[in-house]
T-cell receptor, first 110, second 113 residues
Framework: QQQVKQSPQSLIVQKGGISIINCAYE??????FPWYQQFPGKGPALLIA?????SEKKEGRFTISFNKSAKQFSLHIMDSQPGDSATYFC?????????FGTGTRLKVLA | NAGVTQTPKFQVLKTGQSMTLQCAQD?????MYWYRQDPGMGLRLIYY???????DKGEVPNGYNVSRLNKREFSLRLESAAPSQTSVYFC????????????FGPGTRLLVL
């Protein structure tokens, strides 16, 4: 069974701090790596995504770092805000495959 | 433009009862999906429909059936509900099967007693 392993399960960060969530995958055929953000009572929504031909992608306070050789990628949230408190899912997509990580519940303290 | 809508929002069933979860999208997307979300398990694909008229099993299809009624609608049926099917169910759609971004509905919370 192909997997995407995500850590940590939960994360508490002070306002203004950096939140880091890590994911690791097994299948080298994956070619698209998105992060989804989910607020309580809502469905997940695409936050940011990267392809393996680049090592980093930044959108505002959100950055994906990608290490192809290690088969790992991570989400960095700079200057974390209470409004960032949500559950974050990494995912990996390949041909006819879309695998989600188990999620990280982030709480940013005011 | 409502995106992806799901009904009902919440349902309580007794073991053995049946029900259908409804999903509709107004984005003219070709592909639709049903996921279940359980604590510590992430999102797991139950069934998907790559295009109108086709359906295929995902990772956890046992105990479920689906119908792609038309391009807009994709329903999920539990024929004989079991407590193990207590979960939050999400419908999603994407422009094409190979399209990266999936758009999710608000979810249906199902409790099977």
């Amino acid at each position: 069974q192909q997997q995407v392993k995500q850590s940590p399960q939960s994360l508490i960060v002070q306002k203004g701090g950096i939140s880091i969530i890590n994911c690791a995958y097994e299948n080298t055929a994956f070619d698209y790596f998105p992060w989804y953000q989910q607020f309580p009572g809502k469905g997940p929504a695409l936050l940011i995504a990267i392809r393996p031909d680049v090592s980093e992608k930044k959108e505002g306070r959100f950055t994906i770092s990608f290490n192809k050789s290690a088969k790992q990628f991570s989400l960095h949230i700079m200057d974390s805000q209470p409004g960032d408190s949500a559950t974050y899912f990494c995912a990996a997509m390949g041909t006819y495959k879309y695998i989600f990580g188990t999620g990280t519940r982030l709480k940013v303290l005011a | 433009n409502a995106g992806v809508t799901q009904t009902p929002k919440f349902q309580v069933l007794k073991t053995g009862q049946s029900m259908t979860l409804q999903c509709a999208q107004d984005m003219n997307h070709n592909s639709m999906y049903w996921y279940r979300q359980d604590p510590g398990m992430g999102l797991r694909l139950i069934y998907y429909s790559a295009s109108e008229g086709t359906t295929d099993k995902g990772e956890v299809p046992n105990g479920y059936n689906v119908s792609r009624l038309n391009k807009r609608e994709f329903s999920l049926r539990l024929e004989s509900a079991a407590p193990s099917q207590t979960s939050v169910y999400f419908c999603a759609s994407s422009e094409m099967w190979s399209q990266e971004t999936q758009y999710f509905g608000p979810g249906t919370r199902l409790l099977v007693l």
